[in-house]
């Protein structure tokens, strides 16, 4: 039976209220890297301790969160599945909108996710032309040499930027690649006057790719039109990147979480 202090009602959205505090437990400790301590989850949440402990201990039961020696938090094995089957979703859905992209500029359109410390390439519609770029679906890379990693990292503080490249490195993929922090973030103040990224022979000579992030979505996420440096042009980036952000508007509306703000 609930304790009076902790009514089982339902939440001002209209949904429960304790499912709602599990979810938002979790995506705390998914921005915490993974792993937290009870204390940690009371200040970030405002919640008291008895609750999370509740809740934690239910969230370790159903196996999506395990206890560590340490006694801390992380979040448990069985959250593998349901993100492998949304990102499989997430590329259905992102493909209607890469091919019009593809449709508007006949160049080859990706999806983009920021997953830990790298990206991951989740959907592409190819150009068809008969030289094009390709990038495999589930593909990871370094975000500093990619325009959806600029995008990506774009949205972030300068100081999680320099976390970030100082774990991973900024090894060089071609000679135009940034291998600086203090030049990736200017690139990066660039990208956040602008609204869009490019990368400009850094992950590929030949290669030039234009990139937008996907507004207010319910997780880091950049569309891209990539193609040889001949066609993406200054001249086309004019053409390619109001419609980028157009169509990255359109998904973004598209994924938006009922309800939320």
């Not at 979810?23 to 970030?44: C, I, K, N, Y």
């Not at 201990?57 to 938090?73: E, F, H, I, S, W």
Request: hydrophobic share 40%; charged share 20%.
């Amino acid at each position: 039976m609930p304790s009076p202090a902790e009514p089982r009602t339902a939440s001002p959205t209209g949904g429960v209220q304790s499912l709602e505090r599990a979810f938002d437990l979790l995506e705390r400790m998914a921005d915490a890297g993974g792993e937290v301590g009870l204390s940690e989850l009371s200040t970030s949440s405002g919640l008291p301790l008895p609750t999370i402990h509740r809740l934690m201990r239910t969230l370790v039961a159903c196996g999506y969160v395990r206890q560590q020696p340490n006694r801390r938090y992380a979040l448990g094995p069985r959250l593998i599945r349901l993100g492998e089957s949304s990102s499989r979703l997430l590329g259905t859905w992102a493909r209607p909108h890469l091919a019009r992209l593809v449709e508007g500029t006949g160049e080859t359109a990706n999806m983009a996710l920021l997953d830990g410390d790298e990206v991951v390439y989740v959907a592409q519609v190819p150009s068809r032309h008969s030289v094009r770029m390709f990038t495999e679906v589930g593909r990871r890379v370094l975000p500093h040499s990619t325009g959806v990693g600029k995008a990506l990292l774009a949205q972030c503080s300068d100081d999680e930027v320099r976390a970030l490249l100082g774990r991973t490195g900024m090894p060089a993929a071609t000679e135009k690649t940034i291998t600086t922090p203090e030049a990736f973030l200017t690139a990066l103040a660039r990208v956040r006057e602008t609204g869009f990224a490019v990368d400009d022979n850094e992950q590929e000579l030949g290669v030039r790719c234009l990139a937008v992030p996907v507004p207010d979505s319910p997780t880091a996420a950049a569309v891209s039109v990539s193609g040889p440096a001949g066609r993406v042009t200054d001249e086309a980036t004019e053409m390619i990147v109001p419609l980028l952000k157009r169509v990255a508007a359109e998904l973004a509306a598209e994924l938006a979480v009922p309800g939320a703000p």
